[in-house]
């Protein structure tokens, strides 16, 4: 069982940043791969990015250039850095352990997903 805690959501204008956290329970951490997710009212959850256990890391092309995925494998923490924020990202947002260790946009492939953080973005 591996718990996850995400930190770092809120309100933020548009043209902001905010950065996410995500701490994890297992010292194994460092041979999975990280995922975050996200999902608006009345829409699927989708991929926006991706760290996998060689730290090689994927971004949905709606993120590309804005967002920023690390990790910390000292502190088991996966950090989602996310800047000139806009209101589309307004959406929860979860953090996901895939321990596989590869990398994947499918929401399947990951085995333990976090509680989830709400970030709003307002006009």
């Known amino acids: 069982q591996v718990q996850l805690v995400e930190s770092g959501g809120g309100l933020v204008q548009a043209g902001g940043s905010l950065r996410l956290s995500c701490a994890a329970s297992?010292?194994?951490?460092?041979?999975?791969?990280m995922g975050w997710f996200r999902q608006a009212p009345g829409k699927e959850r989708e991929f926006v990015a991706a760290?996998?256990?060689?730290?090689?890391?994927y971004y949905a092309d709606s993120v590309r250039g804005r967002f920023t995925i690390s990790r910390d494998n000292a502190k088991n923490t996966v950090y989602l850095q996310m800047n000139s924020l806009k209101p589309e990202d307004t959406a929860v947002y979860y953090c996901?352990?895939?321990?596989?260790?590869?990398?994947?946009?499918?929401?399947?492939?990951?085995?333990?997903w976090g509680q989830g953080t709400q970030v709003t973005v307002s006009s």
């Open positions: 760290i996998d256990w060689t730290e090689g890391t």
């Open positions: 297992r010292r194994t951490f460092s041979s999975y791969a």
């Open positions: 996901a352990v895939n321990r596989g260790g590869y990398y994947s946009e499918a929401s399947y492939a990951y085995d333990y």
